[in-house]
T-cell receptor
Framework: KNQVEQSPQSLIILEGKNCTLQCNYTVSPFSNLRWYKQDTGRGPVSLTIMTFSENTKSNGRYTATLDADTKQSSLHITASQLSDSASYICVVRDMDSNYQLIWGAGTKLIIKP | NAGVTQTPKFRILKIGQSMTLQCTQDMNHNYMYWYRQDPGMGLKLIYYSVGAGITDKGEVPNGYNVSRSTTEDFPLRLELAAPSQTSVYFC????????????????FGPGTRLTVT
């Protein structure tokens, strides 16, 4: 069964610090991998979309990396801000099952002042 | 632009009741989607539509129905509500969801929190 697993489940860091969130997937073949940010009580908002041939993509202080050989992706957040407190969700697009999106459960990130 | 709007924001239903969750987008997107999000789980696709008059089942369609009479609106109907349908429901839209290397991002509404008791 195609799966997307994220770690850690939750993370608390101090404002200004960096952090890295992990995403492991079994979806194969896949066409692209996405990272979304979801604030509490809101819908997800897209951060990055990477095709299988891309290794890294940045969006401001967010940098996503992808290793298609090991089926791993990471989202690195630099100089964290209080507004970064949210859930971060990894999503993989499955080419075999009608291009369905497989959603991870997310990592809940809390930034403390 | 308002983006994707959903109503209501909250609703409590009794078992066996029915209701319609409304979703409207003003971005002229062809593709629209309904997801449910349960605690600690990834989003699950209920139904999706590739354009007015065209709908298709997602991963978890049982107990739900949809229609797409216009580009803007994509209501989700719950018939005979059950406790298992307690969840947060999100509507989303996107441009043509290219079935290739390039895909367009999905824009989400604020969600409807539904409790069935």
């Amino acid at each position: 069964k195609n799966q997307v697993e994220q770690s850690p489940q939750s993370l608390i860091i101090l404002e200004g610090k960096n952090c890295t969130l992990q995403c492991n997937y079994t979806v194969s073949p896949f066409s692209n991998l996405r990272w979304y940010k979801q604030d509490t009580g809101r819908g997800p908002v897209s951060l990055t979309i990477m095709t299988f041939s891309e290794n890294t993509k940045s969006n401001g202080r967010y940098t996503a990396t992808l290793d298609a050989d090991t089926k791993q992706s990471s989202l690195h957040i630099t100089a964290s801000q209080l507004s970064d407190s949210a859930s971060y969700i990894c999503v993989v697009r499955d080419m075999d099952s009608n291009y369905q999106l497989i959603w991870g459960a997310g990592t809940k990130l809390i930034i403390k002042p | 632009n308002a983006g994707v709007t959903q109503t209501p924001k909250f609703r409590i239903l009794k078992i066996g009741q029915s209701m319609t969750l409304q979703c409207t987008q003003d971005m002229n997107h062809n593709y629209m989607y309904w997801y449910r999000q349960d605690p600690g789980m990834g989003l699950k696709l209920i139904y999706y539509s590739v354009g007015a008059g065209i709908t298709d089942k997602g991963e978890v369609p049982n107990g739900y129905n949809v229609s797409r009479s216009t580009t803007e609106d994509f209501p989700l109907r719950l018939e005979l509500a059950a406790p298992s349908q307690t969840s947060v429901y999100f509507c989303a839209s996107s441009r043509d969801d290219g079935q290739g290397l390039i895909s367009y991002e999905q824009y989400f509404g604020p969600g409807t929190r539904l409790t069935v008791t």
